[in-house]
DNA sequence: CAAATTACGTAATAAAATTACAAAATGTAC
DNA sequence: GTACATTTTGTAATTTTATTACGTAATTTG
């Protein structure tokens, strides 16, 4: 983590690291944050049962210029609301608990790709996809639910696209790019063996070749442009759950980039396709 | 919107009843908000060209003790670094504005989402996929994806699980609904006629029926068990976006859920499946 | 066990915020 | 337009809050 987005998360990490009074402040601090950015000092220090320059050299120690930055710091962090970061969660974990780490996580993902968006390779991406003659979208396991969504977001945009899972298929189709086809890949890893080969087979054609992955990855390697999602996951344990967001949110970007590029009088094109869908709902009443 | 969350659009609203002094105050915290959070009442005071009474009155105006707490208040709302809430991107955007525009509005509709979960429905939910002979997940359109997504997410339960788009399938296996049969069913608008009629034809059965879907419609009705997901969305103009993120979202609770309620003793299992993955991937340096 | 270092608190000082009060400014009635 | 009332604003005093300087206690180290 860069520059903290989690002034709790880092407390309870140094915790073991404080001497006495300022483990005492920090308890104190955590057993109840948001009334420690509404408490002064001197409040804060009889609770914590010390003294007050105590807590202040605490603040310092915490980057913070003085007790009042400290408390603004906190607030800040505590606004996010986030307050179990990138914590997985345990088995002693009941409804109230678990339901809000996993928004947590999901929220506080979204909120650090969106402090590092990629916007020079999205710029591109965009170029590519709207001046497709076709686009191809490729992803297995849960990115392949990414890639669905994408097709459907992208179909609205009048260029061919489709998806497959079909690992022969995907190498058929990857050699038989040529000029104006893009081929998409989304991935967590990077390292899908099938994808990657897909890769590099259509890397060998005319066509071009985008991923949206991690930037150190082979997938990447193989991308003429590569939308890097580094999003940290606790993937030892658990499914990949928040990268698979923010993949979603980088192609809604990607899908409102290309309807900008098409200009205002594209709208009337959207308005059709949206009616299409009116006879298959019951009327709101 | 309950209680503000931002504080800067309120205080923007309220711009034109100011008087003299206060309009200048509330300028000044305008053109620099960061600023004015790590500021002074003095500093503050000057920079706008008046008294320091007169800002404290001005914080007093806000629903502030003073203001420190004004501050506090202040940093809250900014923190959340959601500067576009519920805007509709537009076209005169460029790519230094869209793309966040696009992020804020899905990171505030997962924090409005977390706000208010229920929980109440979510652990029926679990319940009833825990102990399910079969779980049919069932979405169309945009719902399709993140059914496929759950489809992938709850194979890991040892549990049948399946997706299926195609309406007569739907129909044919809602009406084949046993005792132990969960369908699941997936709807932004809880409108669409062939998802509706197979929640009818399932609950002609002994079969259980989950949904996650507004609350408020004919999906939900037929639904023994409907998770609400109540978010807002421009649907008028724009694909269904945040949405299906907080839909996602939900359907990750539900596994944990899941997960969580099958016990430690599940956890070699979990770790199987997943190795069976691992020599699909190039492996990390 | 003594020297050195670190941790901590007391008390003084400084900074910041609030209050009380008075002076302008603005509005209203005649 | 003047007198009165009301609102707005600022000055200065007061209070609250935070910080610093310094000394003592505790802990570590040789």
Redesign the pocket.
């Known amino acids: 983590m860069t520059s903290e987005t989690n002034l709790l998360g880092q407390l309870e990490r140094q915790l073991p690291d404080l001497?006495?009074?300022?483990?005492k402040v920090a308890q104190a601090i955590l057993q109840n944050p948001e009334e420690a950015t509404r408490?002064?000092?001197?409040?804060?220090a009889s609770l914590a049962?010390?003294?007050?320059?105590?807590?202040?050299?605490f603040?310092?120690k915490f980057d913070a210029?003085?007790?009042?930055?400290f408390?603004l710091k906190l607030a800040r962090s505590l606004a996010s609301g986030v307050r179990y970061v990138s914590r997985a969660v345990e088995f002693s974990d009941d409804i109230n608990t678990f339901p809000r780490k996993l928004f947590d996580n999901a929220i506080s993902a979204l909120m650090t790709a969106r402090e590092d968006l990629p916007l020079a390779a999205i710029e591109r991406a965009v170029d590519h996809i709207a001046q497709a003659r076709r686009v191809f979208f490729f992803g297995l396991g849960t990115s392949a639910a990414v890639a669905r969504d994408a097709e459907h977001k992208f179909f609205r945009f009048n260029v061919p696209v489709s998806t497959h899972e079909d690992p022969m298929m995907l190498r058929m189709l990857s050699a038989s790019g040529g000029v104006g086809d893009v081929f998409f890949f989304i991935s967590h890893t990077g390292r899908t063996r099938v994808l990657v080969e897909a890769a590099e087979l259509a890397r060998q054609t005319e066509a071009t070749v985008v991923s949206l992955t991690y930037g150190e990855s082979p997938l990447a390697a193989q991308s003429h442009c590569c939308i890097n999602v580094d999003v940290e996951e606790d993937t030892d344990q658990y499914m990949p759950m928040t990268s698979r967001l923010v993949q979603l949110v980088i192609l809604d970007v990607l899908a409102s980039g290309v309807t900008l590029r098409r200009g205002e009088s594209f709208t009337p094109y959207l308005a059709r396709i949206k009616d299409s869908l009116k006879d298959t709902r019951f009327p709101t009443n």
């Not at 001497?19 to 483990?23: D, F």
């Not at 408490?39 to 804060?44: E, K, P, Q, R, V």
């Not at 210029?65 to 930055?69: I, K, S």
Request: glycine letters at 8%.
């Open positions: 001497n006495k009074s300022e483990t408490s002064s000092i001197a409040s804060l049962g010390v003294s007050e320059p105590s807590v202040n050299r603040c310092k210029t003085g007790f009042p930055d408390k």
